[in-house]
């Protein structure tokens, strides 16, 4: 009798043995080259193959920030059983559109990833942020096939926007920087999962866009993302451009709160979504202000950004950190001609002069001098161009000073991005304005466009090895991108940066 129960625990033990093993081989075929199921920790996901690529969507990386959790700092992520479904993006965070109609939810902390089909080997990992002004905007808008058909793996993350991710409220640690505190939990979910998707958790490169680009300026001086990644491409976000300081955005937003008739953050967690994610859009759209000026933004002086961004770096934070970091020649043409030209009120040579003084006050009469109207083929491209060298939004100079002061810890890598593709606003001729470097990166492959092979190649290549292809950033020289030529340019002499160094308050 002993011996028969003896043998029936014996076979029962192998029989769980045997069912570890194979639900180990089930784990481990989840993982497999070209599978659309992949396991992670939270559980497994199913997603989508399509050739030589496969995408997961919609994964939550943080518990959804809402009820109590609104203005705290992101919660981890649940766990799930079976396989959820990975096919669709998640929703985007509460925001509204040009058109004032509201979108997104505030259960919006979900990722995107897009990888090879093939998933041996570790790859390369490039996390985006990305652009909207840190008003709008998700991470499921943009196509990274052609990226990842460089071999490379793809996260695309999401962030809470407006007030929702940046006001300066309550006594959590991430007051009036939620949204940088997601994209850090992002990050650090991309170290601990993206090994099942085939990418390296030690070769990340955080890259992004316009508040993308800003966020990546952000990530680079806050002391909780150390060691988050390891390499930083800065698209049209010059670091030297200064953020709102926490006594500034504190009276911003008790004012704001006020008009909501609330008096602290207790009574804002009642106010609906919709009501908390208005923003003024002329404040986002304007040709006019700083970066400081936008009505939500990181705010430093705070426990994630103790220091503005060129401090930080000037103290060492990148050190390490190979960097890209570029403009667009013509950033401020868009922004210019949807203040004038698309409401069908060309700027004219008579407004000029109240336009620059609008902006520069006494240093008005110097800069005129140095951007008379007459040089330029309209007044329009005139203001556009002097506030883009300008680039205290966003533009040219204030990227060559990060340059200098990025150049003496660690390595860098200048460029502009020069190609005009023809688009218009009106009459206004965009030339290579602000995100026009974006359909070169994202959406399908077009062999058709060597333009976008050179950009495709030289992101990724850095991603890979830390240097794009080009020389190094060398006391105001940088890369002119363009369709018909690639080459050194003097970016300081082009864009007037040494009378900008002395009128640039």
Not at 12 to 26: Q, T
Not at 165 to 185: E, R, S, V
Not at 358 to 365: K, T
Request: hydrophobic share 40%.
């Amino acid at each position: 009798m002993r011996n028969r129960s003896g043998a029936t625990t014996v076979r029962s033990v192998v029989m769980v043995m045997l069912l570890v093993l194979l639900g180990a081989c089930d784990a481990g075929a989840a993982a497999e080259s070209g599978s659309d199921v992949v396991r992670i920790g939270q559980g497994q996901l199913r997603g989508v193959v399509d050739g030589d690529h496969r995408s997961f969507s919609g994964i939550p990386f943080a518990a959804p920030p809402v009820g109590d959790l609104r203005w705290r700092s992101p919660r981890p992520p649940a766990s799930w059983d079976g396989i959820r479904d990975a096919t669709r993006p998640g929703p985007a965070c509460a925001q509204f559109d040009g058109n004032s109609r509201f979108l997104g939810s505030e259960d919006c902390l979900y990722l995107n990833v897009h990888a090879p089909t093939d998933a041996t080997g570790r790859r390369p990992v490039m996390v985006w942020a990305h652009g909207g002004g840190f008003v709008s905007g998700s991470g499921g808008d943009y196509d990274a096939t052609r990226l990842v058909q460089q071999g490379v793996v793809v996260v695309t993350l999401n962030y809470r926007l407006g007030a929702l991710g940046f006001l300066a409220g309550g006594d959590d640690p991430a007051a009036g920087n939620y949204g940088l505190a997601d994209q850090q939990a992002a990050l650090r979910w991309v170290r601990d999962n993206i090994g099942a998707f085939g990418g390296d958790p030690g070769n990340v490169t955080l890259f992004g866009q316009s508040a993308g680009a800003f966020s990546v300026c952000a990530q680079l001086a806050s002391p909780q993302a150390r060691g988050l990644f390891q390499k930083a491409i800065i698209q049209s976000g010059p670091c030297a451009d200064s953020f709102v300081t926490a006594d500034v955005a504190r009276e911003r937003a008790t004012r704001w709160a006020g008009g909501l008739g609330c008096a602290d953050v207790a009574c804002l967690r009642g106010k609906p979504a919709r009501d908390v994610a208005e923003i003024d859009d002329e404040a986002v759209s304007t040709p006019f202000g700083r970066m400081r000026d936008m009505p939500w933004e990181p705010v430093a002086g705070t426990a994630i950004l103790p220091a503005q961004p060129l401090d930080a770096l000037a103290q060492g934070t990148a050190k390490g950190i190979p960097v890209v970091q570029g403009t667009t020649r013509d950033e401020m043409r868009s922004f210019v001609a949807n203040e004038y030209d698309r409401r069908g009120t060309p700027l004219t040579a008579e407004q000029y002069p109240a336009a620059i003084a609008q902006v520069f006050g006494p240093d008005a009469p110097a800069v005129l001098a140095e951007y008379p109207v007459t040089r330029y083929p309209t007044p329009g491209i005139a203001l556009a161009t002097l506030l883009t060298d300008w680039g205290r939004k966003v533009g040219s100079c204030p990227a060559l000073y990060a340059d200098d002061v990025l150049n003496k810890t660690t390595v860098v890598y200048a460029y502009e991005f020069a190609h005009n593709d023809g688009s218009r606003i009106a009459h206004f001729d965009l030339g290579a304005a602000h995100s026009g470097d974006l359909p070169y990166l994202f959406g399908p492959a077009n062999p058709a466009n060597p333009l976008s092979e050179k950009m495709v190649s030289y992101w990724t290549r850095f991603a890979r090895t830390g240097d794009p292809g080009w020389p190094r950033y060398n006391a105001g020289t940088v890369l002119s991108i363009g369709l018909d030529q690639i080459g050194e340019v003097n970016f300081t002499d082009d864009h007037h940066c040494a009378f900008w160094s002395s009128h640039s308050a």
